[in-house]
């Protein structure tokens, strides 16, 4: 079935210091999230983008987050800089519009140290 | 705005025997809804989804929910567990095809012989 990859699956890095999360989505869909899901937590929404633009974010998506898919390229969430309580599962989703089905990458697991 | 209730946090069944998990979601008007699943360190997949329509769904690897206005219910279902159906169990519902899924807690299925 269609795929979303993510890279990298995990990354250590010390706070304050900036990350870059990179998201393959599957071809053709429009829309693109972000998930946030702490060690054994539930899975909770951070952002949605779509035509270039951020339709809705969470109280999750700081200022020192950000998101963009500069010509089609990967789908990133960059955090700039980290804090401790960033370390967390961030899934990545697309979704073509038509369904509401999402489509789940296997997750990029953060590590603020 | 919706919310999704998932009042089993962990359940434990022994392999053969029929699992039901809850679901309780609230939402102004006619939603759609999804359980998810989420295997050991892996993103998340579908197992089933609903769009207004026939109550029942069949979803994949025998499970089947079942939507219940009256309730505000989604729970699912699966006669005969496999050890393979250990995992954690996300049920969401969906605002429309834009703003992505609300998710619940989870209920984490333990399967032993």
């Known amino acids: 079935g269609p795929k979303v990859l993510q890279i990298p699956s995990h990354q250590i890095i010390d706070m304050g210091q900036m990350v870059t999360l990179n998201c393959d989505p599957v071809s053709n869909h429009l829309y693109f999230y972000w998930y946030k899901q702490i060690l054994g937590q539930q899975m909770e929404f951070l952002v949605n983008?779509?035509?270039?633009?951020?339709?809705?974010k969470s109280k999750l998506f700081k200022d020192q987050f950000s998101v963009e898919r500069p010509d089609g390229s990967y789908f990133t969430l960059k955090i700039q800089p980290t804090a401790l309580e960033d370390s967390a599962v961030y899934f990545c989703?697309?979704?073509?519009?038509?369904?509401?089905?999402?489509?789940f990458g296997e997750g990029s697991k953060l590590t603020v140290l | 705005a919706q919310s999704v209730t998932q009042p089993d946090a962990r359940v434990t069944v022994s392999e053969g025997a029929s699992l039901q998990l809850r679901c309780k979601y609230s939402?102004?008007?006619?939603?759609?809804l999804f359980w998810y699943v989420q295997y050991p360190r892996q993103g998340l997949q579908l197992l089933l989804k609903y769009y207004p329509g026939d109550p029942v769904v069949q979803g994949v690897n025998g499970f089947e929910a079942e939507f219940s206005k009256s309730n505000s219910s989604f729970h699912l279902r699966k006669a005969s567990v496999h050890w393979s159906d250990w995992a954690v169990y996300f049920c969401?519902?969906?605002?429309?095809?834009?703003?992505?899924?609300?998710f619940g807690l989870g209920t984490r299925v333990s399967v032993f012989p």
């Open positions: 983008f779509y035509n270039g633009k951020v339709m809705e």
């Open positions: 969401a519902v969906s605002l429309n095809y834009a703003q992505g899924l609300t």
């Open positions: 939402y102004f008007g006619t939603p759609y």
């Open positions: 989703a697309s979704s073509s519009g038509n369904t509401g089905q999402l489509y």
